[in-house]
T-cell receptor
Framework: GDSVTQMEGPVTLSEEAFLTINCTYTATGYPSLFWYVQYPGEGLQLLLKATKADDKGSNKGFEATYRKETTSFHLEKGSVQVSDSAVYFCASFSSGSARQLTFGSGTQLTVLP | GAGVSQSPSNKVTEKGKDVELRCDPISGHTALYWYRQSLGQGLEFLIYFQGNSAPDKSGLPSDRFSAERTGGSVSTLTIQRTQQEDSAVYLC???????????FGPGTRLTVL
């Protein structure tokens, strides 16, 4: 089955720092890839997505590019804010018989003022 | 009512009791998913419905867990004879027939004493 490996946390950055959270996947075929964010006390929200190789997903200043050659979907933001403090989950979805999201373990990000 | 709703938001129960968790998906979404989020286990897939049918029950951890969906809408996850290891946040998500973009509810936090 699919699996997603995500950079271990927690990650602590100062405001305006550059953020990278690494994510790699294994799957049969070509899954769709997602980043979800979970703010304190809230549910999962879709942050961005990419459905095929070389697609770039972007939202709220975050970006991730679907790299088939390295089976990666790293999350980046050029300048983080305190309000970005949350847990970030990388996930894959393969539209075969097992129609489920496979999640990474999550990365806790704390941004200090 | 734009989003996925879940009830109750919190449930505290005693070991051995049965619990029912409810999910109301986004109107018109034919696919519905249950996941569990627990410390140490991350986000785990439990079950998937397409309409009222559950073609994939592979994630249910034991026969104490069951789920149903009626009228292609509301779903109920039932846990019988609860155990302390069932303590977790139970998340519901729904999607359109294409399936790959899932929208999550706020979750039900279950605590088994």
């Amino acid at each position: 089955g699919d699996s997603v490996t995500q950079m271990e946390g927690p990650v602590t950055l100062s405001e305006e720092a550059f953020l990278t959270i690494n994510c790699t996947y294994t799957a049969t075929g070509y899954p769709s890839l997602f980043w979800y964010v979970q703010y304190p006390g809230e549910g999962l929200q879709l942050l961005l997505k990419a459905t095929k190789a070389d697609d770039k997903g972007s939202n709220k200043g975050f970006e991730a590019t679907y790299r088939k050659e390295t089976t990666s979907f790293h999350l980046e933001k050029g300048s983080v804010q305190v309000s970005d403090s949350a847990v970030y989950f990388c996930a894959s979805f393969s539209s075969g018989s097992a129609r489920q999201l496979t999640f990474g373990s999550g990365t806790q990000l704390t941004v200090l003022p | 009512g734009a989003g996925v709703s879940q009830s109750p938001s919190n449930k505290v129960t005693e070991k051995g009791k049965d619990v029912e968790l409810r999910c109301d998906p986004i109107s018109g979404h034919t696919a519905l998913y249950w996941y569990r989020q627990s410390l140490g286990q991350g986000l785990e897939f439990l079950i998937y419905f397409q309409g009222n049918s559950a073609p994939d029950k592979s994630g249910l951890p034991s026969d104490r867990f069951s789920a149903e969906r009626t009228g292609g809408s509301v779903s109920t996850l039932t846990i019988q004879r609860t155990q302390q290891e069932d303590s977790a946040v139970y998340l519901c998500a729904s999607s359109s027939i294409s399936g790959y973009e899932q929208f999550f509810g706020p979750g039900t936090r279950l605590t088994v004493l």
